[in-house]
């Protein structure tokens, strides 16, 4: 069964955007995924169709209504759906390619894109919504943050891209930013490729490899270093 993500907006006409594109778009028109969209709005309340109140509490801005939104989701995700419920946010755990392949290995996903000063507390709870966030940044709403998490996961969907080792070495897979890439011409404005790489010796291109993905690794995101050994030890125990 494709991969089926379910988007509840209020901007419906933003997707499948840039989804629509490159790898993901040929996903989509060869239907090894599919995005359907819910637009929030029509389970409004009124005559105006409202989405939103005043803060509890009072404060600046506005607040989705947990009904409303209930009722989107409800709507998107009947009894027996078992895709996970997600909800783009600020306060989410962070997005990690770790979470993305295990959405990738699922059914898909119903996306909530929040929208105004935040989502009323009631329906994560009730609904069980698992907040995610895409960095330490506020945008305007959850749609950008869905786009970045559905084309991390579609790209990994099996047959999508042409080789499949090809993400096997990129960043965070290994628990390492990834290593320089070079090609033609061999010298380019006084700069040539390292010898390391044109010497056919593919063992020391493999040292090379990983010794410059530890350096990048280490001069700007040390963090990850600290799970590498880890890591890196689990895989020898289970190979």
């Not at 998107?76 to 909800?87: H, N, Y």
């Not at 991390?152 to 628990?175: D, K, Q, Y």
């Not at 990983?210 to 689990?234: K, M, S, W």
Request: proline fraction near 7%; charged fraction near 25%; include cysteine.
């Amino acid at each position: 069964m494709a991969f089926r993500a379910s988007i509840l907006t209020l901007y419906p006409e933003m997707f499948p955007g840039p989804l629509g594109q490159s790898l993901a778009g040929k996903a989509l028109a060869r239907g090894d995924a599919a995005i359907d969209t819910v637009f929030i709005r029509e389970f409004g309340i009124g005559k105006h169709r409202m989405v939103d109140d005043t803060p509890a509490g009072g404060g600046a801005g506005m607040v989705m209504r947990a009904d409303v939104l209930a009722a989107a989701i409800d709507h998107a995700s009947p009894p027996g759906d078992e895709r996970p419920r997600i909800l783009m946010s600020p306060r989410g755990k962070p997005l990690t390619q770790c979470r993305v392949r295990e959405l990738a290995a699922g059914p898909g996903a119903v996306i909530l894109c929040g929208r105004f000063e935040g989502v009323d507390e009631r329906v994560i709870a009730g609904r069980s919504l698992e907040e995610i966030s895409i960095g330490d940044y506020i945008l305007s709403g959850g749609e950008l943050g869905a786009l970045v998490l559905l084309d991390a996961v579609i790209r990994l969907l099996p047959g999508v891209m042409g080789n499949a080792l090809s993400g096997e070495t990129e960043s965070f897979e290994t628990g390492l930013l990834e290593h320089p890439h070079y090609t033609r011409p061999a010298e380019w404005e006084g700069r040539s490729i390292p010898d390391v790489l044109t010497s056919g010796d593919h063992g020391a291109v493999e040292r090379w490899r990983h010794a410059e993905a530890e350096r990048i690794t280490r001069e700007r995101r040390p963090d990850l270093l600290q799970g590498e050994a880890p890591r890196r030890r689990r895989s020898q125990e289970n190979s």
